[in-house]
């Protein structure tokens, strides 16, 4: 069974700077992409970043130039690095893998941006 547990949410001022973290349990790490999506209250998920199993990345529009991916193998984990945060990045991240059985969400962590 996979499991995806979020985690480095938190309460940030504008400008400012977060890490999340997506560890992964029950599959084979180094074989699976991994992306990041988002939820404001009121609004639909929508995608923020992706980091294939080879280490490409892809990004939103609105997130390119502030937000980056990584992944640690060793670990099970991927990082989103938020710089420059604003108002509008607040919302509930969540991590999310697929494999052939189907798509795996984490629990989402909550990152507030205001001053």
């Known amino acids: 069974q996979v499991q995806l547990v979020e985690s480095g949410g938190g309460l940030v001022q504008p400008g400012g700077s977060l890490r999340l973290s997506c560890l992964a349990s029950?599959?084979?790490?180094?074989?699976?992409?991994v992306g990041w999506y988002r939820q404001a209250p009121g609004q639909e998920r929508e995608f923020v970043a992706l980091i294939s199993n080879g280490g490409d990345t892809n990004y939103a529009d609105s997130v390119k130039g502030r937000f980056s991916l990584s992944r640690n193998n060793a670990k099970n984990t991927v990082y989103l690095q938020m710089n420059n945060l604003k108002p509008e990045d607040t919302a509930v991240y969540y991590c999310?893998?697929?494999?052939?059985?189907?798509?795996?969400w984490g629990q989402g962590t909550q990152v507030t941006v205001s001053s």
């Open positions: 999310k893998t697929r494999n052939r059985d189907g798509d795996y």
């Open positions: 029950g599959t084979i790490f180094r074989i699976i992409g």
